[in-house]
C-alpha cells in the first residue's frame, strides 16, 4: 500500500550545523504535510507544516521543501543546537482527511 | 500554553485485564483522538472522535477497543482484554479543526504483562 518513510533512521550532527532530515510519500492524493518533533518521552510536538501548493515554507530557524515530482519532503534545521535532539517525524494528509499518517522517524542527535 | 494531560503516565497490566486510560483535551477542542506507538515505531493512528461518536478508526481499533467521552472533561480509550502486542505507547490528541492545531499528550506507556 501507499505509505510514508524516511531515508535516514539516524542522523548525527555538531552543534552549529545545519540539519536536513529527508521523507519519502508515495500517496499522490496527500496535499498537506506536517513534520513533527518528539522528545524523549513526550507525544509529538508541531514543528512546520506544508499545502501541495507551495514548495517552500520557512519557520523560525526551520524550512520546509516540497517536491511533488518525486513525492520527497525535507526538513531543514538551521544552526542545530543540542535541544533539538529528538526523533522527527513526517505525516501526510490526504485532502479531506484530518488524520495524518506518520513515517517511521528520524532520529537526530546534536553533539555539543 | 493549553496542554493535552494524560493519566496514568506509565500502567503495568496482566495480560486479559481491562485498562482504561484517561486524557483532558484542550478545553475548547472539538477533535479528538487516541494514537498509539510501539517502541521504535512509527505513530499509529487509532480512532478520531467528534460529537460524541466516532468518526474514523484504524484497521487496529477492534472490538476489543472502546472510547468514552464520560463528562465534559475526559475522553477515554478502554481496551477490554488486553493481549502482550498492546504493549505501546498511547498518545491522546485533541483540535479544533486544523491540523495546525493537533496537540499530543505526553502519553501513557502501557506495559502487558
Known amino acids: 500500500g501507499e505509505s510514508v518513510g524516511l531515508h535516514l533512521p539516524t542522523l548525527s550532527v555538531q552543534e552549529g550545523d545545519n540539519s536536513i532530515i529527508n521523507c519519502a510519500y508515495s500517496?499522490?492524493?496527500?496535499?498537506?504535510f506536517i513534520w513533527y518533533k518528539q522528545e524523549s518521552g513526550k507525544g509529538p510536538q508541531f514543528i512546520i507544516d506544508?499545502?501541495?501548493?507551495?514548495d517552500k515554507r520557512q519557520g523560525q530557524r526551520v524550512t520546509v521543501l516540497l517536491n511533488k515530482t518525486v513525492k520527497h519532503l525535507s526538513l531543514q534545521i538551521a544552526a542545530t543546537q543540542p535541544g533539538d535532539s529528538a526523533v522527527y517525524f513526517c505525516a501526510e494528509t490526504p485532502g479531506g482527511s484530518y488524520i495524518p499518517t506518520f513515517g517511521r522517524g528520524t532520529s537526530l542527535i546534536v553533539h555539543p | 500554553e493549553p496542554e493535552v494531560t494524560q493519566t496514568p503516565s506509565h500502567q503495568v497490566t496482566q495480560m486479559g485485564q481491562e485498562v482504561i486510560l484517561r486524557c483532558v483535551p484542550i478545553?475548547?477542542?472539538?477533535?479528538f483522538y487516541w494514537y498509539r506507538q510501539i517502541l521504535g515505531q512509527k505513530v499509529e493512528f487509532l480512532v478520531s472522535f467528534y460529537n460524541n461518536e466516532i468518526s474514523e478508526k484504524s484497521e487496529i481499533f477492534d472490538d476489543q477497543f472502546s472510547v468514552e467521552r464520560p463528562d465534559g472533561s475526559n475522553f477515554t480509550l478502554k481496551i477490554r482484554s488486553t493481549k502482550l502486542e498492546d504493549s505501546a505507547m498511547y498518545f491522546c490528541?485533541?483540535?479544533?479543526?486544523?491540523?495546525?492545531?493537533?496537540?499530543f499528550g505526553s502519553g501513557t506507556r502501557l506495559t502487558v504483562v
Open positions: 490528541a485533541s483540535s479544533e479543526r486544523s491540523l495546525r492545531g493537533y496537540t
Open positions: 478545553s475548547n477542542h472539538l477533535y
Open positions: 506544508i499545502r501541495s501548493n507551495m
Open positions: 500517496n499522490s492524493a496527500s496535499d498537506y
